[in-house]
């Protein structure tokens, strides 16, 4: 069956890195999805990567994938305040748009 | 290029009664699915639709449905709304089938007393 999980909460300090990490648990998944959800916003696609793929960097952002341990991570270098939000992982599998999303991560950054 | 459009964008509901909600998909990209969010179950699938055709179906009950017009757009119905419908309903859009990006739209907010 299909199950992700994240943590609930992270909090860094501005100019640190930011890891969020997702373990998913379909082992047919094709490609996995970081989206970011402001409040009272809808969900901003950042990156995605296809399963045959490790790693994925784009500007600031840097996806890591373990696909023998089921393991996605998201690296945010220099993370800022404007990046304080809720970051979801998302994954596809089965075919079609179907996305099963982990719980989110909210993210705290402090000055 | 404009984005997922949802209408409308806040709606309060009475229990019993039934709602229609509206996604207008990024121009060219012809496959909407539809999310509901909830505080206590997170975000999940209810259906997509390509080509007017639903081609995959969450587990919700029946009353919720939807369709496809010829130009994308794509409607969710509630009938017989519960307390339990109280949600924030997401729709996303994407080129194709799969491995395309997929946009959402900024929500509708559905209340129902």
């Known amino acids: 069956g299909e199950d992700v999980e994240q943590s609930l909460f992270l909090s860094v300090r501005e100019g640190d890195s930011s890891v969020i990490n997702c373990t998913y648990t379909?082992?047919?998944?094709?490609?996995l999805y970081w989206y970011k959800q402001e409040p009272g916003a809808g969900l901003q696609l950042l990156t995605y990567?296809?399963?045959?793929?490790d790693m994925k960097q784009d500007q600031r952002l840097t996806v890591l994938l373990n696909k023998k341990d089921k393991h996605l991570s998201l690296r945010i270098a220099d993370t800022q305040t404007g990046d304080s939000a809720i970051y979801f992982c998302?994954?596809?599998?089965?075919?079609?748009?179907?996305?099963?999303f982990g719980t989110g991560t909210q993210l705290k950054v402090e000055l | 290029k404009a984005g997922v459009t949802q209408t409308p964008r806040y709606l309060i509901k009475t229990r019993g009664q039934q709602v229609t909600l509206s996604c207008s998909p990024i121009?060219?990209?012809?496959?909407v699915s539809w999310y509901q969010q909830t505080p206590g179950q997170g975000l999940q699938f209810l259906f997509e639709?390509?080509?007017?055709?639903?081609?995959n179906k969450g587990n919700f009950p029946g009353r919720f449905s939807g369709r496809q017009f010829s130009n994308s757009r794509s409607e969710m119905n509630v009938s017989t709304l519960e307390l339990g419908d109280s949600a924030l309903y997401l729709c996303?859009?994407?080129?194709?089938?799969?491995?395309?990006?997929?946009?959402f739209g900024p929500g509708t907010r559905l209340t129902v007393t």
């Open positions: 990567i296809f399963s045959n793929m």
């Open positions: 996303a859009s994407s080129f194709g089938t799969s491995g395309y990006e997929q946009y």
């Open positions: 121009s060219g990209h012809r496959s």
């Open positions: 998302a994954e596809e599998a089965g075919g079609g748009n179907k996305l099963t």
């Open positions: 639709y390509f080509s007017e055709t639903q081609r």
């Open positions: 379909d082992s047919s998944s094709t490609y």
